[in-house]
């Protein structure tokens, strides 16, 4: 189910690579504190990928982005506020240092009652992840996470957006 997870764990176990963690509130509170190989996060709550891209711009200046091989980006609720289009450049960076991408999608959710327009380009980022990433965790169909309308469902995102710790660690450990 989580195979992302266990790609992850092969990738660092096989030499000491380093993963690097982009993302927003999500990847804060998604697997950061759950995994146990070398990674760096890079997250920041109710951030972007404007807010992700600047972040890069100064991995690549410092060097430092020279030292991952496999990225995981999980930016899905800001994004649809504002900046979807950012996807496919911040994976393009990261594809340009040869750098493996994993993509979350992001499920739907009814954190702060959005909009038609933000359910749509949730929609939307999703299918951007798809098509970009070298490998895809697609929670948006995954019906441990979602009903069966793409919504999160309330046992695993108990504030409608965020998955639970309990239920990271379960999901992680499995």
């Not at 890069?56 to 990225?71: K, M, P, R």
């Amino acid at each position: 189910m989580w195979q992302f997870f266990f790609g992850i764990g092969r990738v660092s176990a096989d030499g000491g690579h380093k993963v690097l963690l982009l993302g927003d509130s999500l990847t804060l509170s998604g697997w950061a504190d759950y995994i146990s190989y070398d990674h760096t996060v890079v997250a920041k709550r109710s951030q972007n990928t404007d807010w992700v891209l600047s972040q890069l711009d100064s991995l690549i200046a410092s060097g430092e982005i020279n030292q991952y091989d496999t990225a995981v980006v999980w930016i899905g609720v800001n994004n649809p506020y504002l900046a979807v289009e950012g996807i496919p450049e911040i994976y393009g960076i990261l594809h340009s240092y040869g750098i493996k991408v994993v993509g979350v999608t992001q499920y739907l959710h009814r954190y702060g009652k959005p909009s038609d327009d933000v359910l749509r380009k949730i929609l939307e980022y999703s299918e951007i992840v798809r098509s970009q990433a070298d490998e895809v965790v697609d929670l948006a169909v995954n019906p441990t996470i979602v009903d069966s309308k793409g919504f999160v469902r309330p046992d695993v995102a108990p504030d409608g957006l965020h998955p639970s710790s309990t239920v990271m660690a379960q999901l992680i450990a499995s």
